[in-house]
């Protein structure tokens, strides 16, 4: 499978991923995730997409720019159905989207989205944690988890749960995200003081996903 590598960063198209799984009638991350315009220029992207085999330049003609969408609100160019009525045109953060159930890894035992009801995230990012008694900050690799409102307890399915049983293990948390500017951080036993699952719903700031480098600098590279 072709990976792209920018700022550290492993991202795998949906078209690759989809060689094993299927989205169907599934379209909750068209709902779910945010899409922003922030006036950024992807050619570097593009130009490293094409060195690597994984496009041509042909592939990107027409493409639309990035435009706004705030986090659990439907896109105006999804309809029920059908899918992306634009997708020969989509913005390039959508091109090189994908979900953790479509690229399956680790997630067999994992249902579709639409019928768990949360998008695993394969974008890592990251929290600062804040030590009470020395003040200390730490940055905290989390897994993003984006929850359909509609379904609040979702996050408390067996399988999602020993899927992040399984990334606690390798030091990273859970950041449910809930909606625009919403979330709270989620703690595996293996993580928590007290053995047990811990949400912590206060200090999470969930307002906006980080930059590739900014998650770079903060976790001092990921692999």
Known sequence: MN?????????TTAD????????GDCQLCCKLLPIANVGENHQDTIDAMVLAGMAAYAEFTGMMPDFDKPAG?????????????????????CRIWNCAWLGGADTQDQMRP???????????????????ETGARNNV????????PKFPDAHRDPH????????????????????????????????????????????????????????????????
């Open 3 to 11: 990976t792209f590598k920018g700022h550290g960063l492993v991202l």
């Open 16 to 23: 690759e991923a989809k060689a094993t799984r299927h989205c």
């Open 73 to 93: 609100c439907k896109c105006p160019h999804q309809k029920y159905g059908k899918g992306c009525t634009v997708y020969r045109n989509r913005p390039l953060g």
């Open 114 to 132: 639409d019928r768990s009801h949360v998008v695993i995230d394969i974008m890592p990012d990251f929290v600062t944690l804040t030590d009470k």
């Open 141 to 148: 690799e989390v897994v993003q988890i984006w929850l359909d």
């Open 160 to 223: 999602l749960r020993a899927y992040l049983a399984r990334r606690a293990e390798e030091g990273k948390y859970a950041l449910i995200r809930t909606g625009p500017g919403k979330g709270f951080l989620l703690w595996a036993p293996s993580l928590s003081r007290t053995g047990r699952w811990e949400e912590l719903h206060t200090s999470v700031k969930a307002d906006r996903q980080h930059s590739a480098s900014e998650i770079v600098a903060a976790l001092g590279g990921v692999p």
